[in-house]
């Protein structure tokens, strides 16, 4: 999956072994992050290692009709929203 969003682009790979790889330039800065997922109905969770501790992000999943377009939801402070297109 690709994403290109203001100052935002990069990638987001979802392995079917539950393993996934993100790099996101955001403002420029390379935000890369390696870890493991889980995915139950429409909530995607990720678990990795932030600053040597284990973080995680839970996030609300929708799949376009057409399964070209995912959207994901993380509530905070700021909410962010991830529009990904599928990398063919």
Known sequence: MTSEHLDVRGNLTLKPDGNY????????ILNAMKGRYTL?????TTHYSWR???ASDDMQVQ???DGKTLTLLRQGSPTV????ERAE
Do not use: D, H, K, V
């Open 21 to 28: 790889e993100q790099n996101l330039y955001i403002g420029g």
């Open 40 to 44: 139950a109905g429409n909530r995607l």
């Open 52 to 54: 040597g501790q284990p």
């Open 63 to 65: 799949l376009s009709a």
């Open 81 to 84: 929203y991830y529009t990904l």
